[in-house]
Nanobody, 121 residues
Framework: QVQLVEYGGGSVQPGGSRRLSCVASGIDFSVYGIRWYRQHPEKQRELLATITLSGVTTYTDSAKERFTISRDDAENTAYLQIDSLRPEDTAVYFC???????????????WGQGTQVTVSS
């Protein structure tokens, strides 16, 4: 059974940092590219960052200054480090795994269930 589980959400004060984890099971993690998205209430899911199976990273404009994506294939885990958190970063954060970096929808692509990050003083 394939599972992607996000960890690391919670409440944090503005200016703080948070590292989110995406732990995979049931797949050969090393052949999957990973993306992190977030979703604000009543808005569409927003792409933040991508890391390919070879470790190449790209960021959208929303994420390029304060977000860092990484992966540890030995741990079947991808990470999203968020620094200098702002109230507008409050959202549910999702990871997405795409086999062979085929990020378009496919039968071997999977979503996690999401983890809530709340930034508030």
């Amino acid at each position: 059974q394939v599972q992607l589980v996000e960890y690391g959400g919670g409440s944090v004060q503005p200016g703080g940092s948070r590292r989110l984890s995406c732990v995979a099971s049931g797949i050969d993690f090393s052949v999957y590219g990973i993306r992190w998205y977030r979703q604000h209430p009543e808005k569409q899911r927003e792409l933040l960052a991508t890391i390919t199976l070879s470790g190449v990273t790209t960021y959208t404009d929303s994420a390029k200054e304060r977000f860092t994506i990484s992966r540890d294939d030995a741990e079947n885990t991808a990470y999203l480090q968020i620094d200098s958190l702002r109230p507008e970063d409050t959202a549910v954060y999702f990871c997405y795994a795409a086999k062979w970096n085929n990020f378009d929808a496919g039968p071997y692509n999977y979503w996690g269930q999401g983890t809530q990050v709340t930034v508030s003083s």
